[in-house]
């Protein structure tokens, strides 16, 4: 009678946490189907806004009346700063959202940063564009999984990374004025690392926060900030490796 209870017990935790493997498994995939979903509204408004901001002329490209107000005319700078005003935004009243208008903030928060990101293609050429995407793809990927796969805990990393963070802003806000190549320089190739080490520890984190008995609204906004996160992460080492990788027009 002992055996067969304590075979009992054990059957019933390992159907237990045979549920949560797979209720977790089912929440990350809710959490990169929303990065892929978002970066793939990114990447088409981004490539449509391009589209319609050029002319082709004689001599090369000239911008188009949308172009001229998209890049060159104050509204340009609600275009840069609205998907930040949007994260935060989202970040502090997802609690209170339904879940639905916490997906409507992020597909936003993506069409905007396509606005924002569409003029990579007045500097870059698109092959090299696609290439960089494609690398940043894979490292993402192997830094992602290596953040949902160790039983190391990224925690104290993560904290540095964040510091690290915050003096390549203000690095860069210092060479707005410095315009020191040799600066943008050093700034990129940390902006590389810390977003690389930011992806491996917001993965985990993203992984931590996960909870089986969480209602279907709950683990959904827990999806969409998980995305955000991640979308933010690919997003900025993307940025970053383009000065490395891109070929300039």
């Keep these: 009678m002992a055996n067969f209870d304590q075979n009992r017990v054990q059957t019933g935790l390992g159907a237990r946490d045979t549920a949560i493997d797979q209720g977790l498994r089912s929440y990350m995939l809710s959490v990169y189907n929303y ?5 793939a509204i990114t990447g088409v408004v981004a490539w449509l806004a391009f589209q319609l901001a050029v002319v082709q002329t004689d001599g090369g490209m000239a911008l188009s009346p949308f172009g001229q107000a998209l890049y060159q005319s104050p509204l340009r700078w609600v275009v840069m700063l609205a998907p930040l005003g949007l994260v935060f935004y989202l970040s502090a009243r997802i609690g209170s959202m339904s879940l639905s208008a916490a997906q409507i903030s992020f597909w936003a928060f993506a069409g905007l940063m396509g606005l924002s990101l ?21 490292a993402f990927g192997s830094l992602s999984l290596y953040g949902y796969t160790t ?4 925690s104290a990393m993560g904290s540095f990374m964040f510091m690290g963070l915050i003096g390549i802003i203000i ?19 940390l902006g590389v690392v810390i977003f690389a080490g930011l992806t491996a520890w917001d993965t985990q984190r993203i992984k931590e926060v996960y909870f089986a008995g969480d209602s279907a609204i709950a683990a959904g906004k827990k999806a969409v900030m998980g995305a955000l ?21």
């Design 35 to 39: 990065m892929a979903a978002g970066l």
């Design 118 to 138: 569409s003029s990579i293609f007045l500097v870059y050429t698109g092959t090299s564009i696609t290439q960089t995407f494609f690398v940043t793809a894979a």
């Design 229 to 249: 996160s991640l979308y933010l992460d690919f997003i900025n080492m993307f940025m970053f490796l383009l000065q490395f990788l891109g070929n300039r027009r």
């Design 151 to 154: 039983k190391r805990d990224l």
């Design 171 to 189: 690095a860069s806000l210092v060479n707005l004025f410095l315009q020191s190549s040799a600066l943008q320089f050093a700034v990129s190739v």
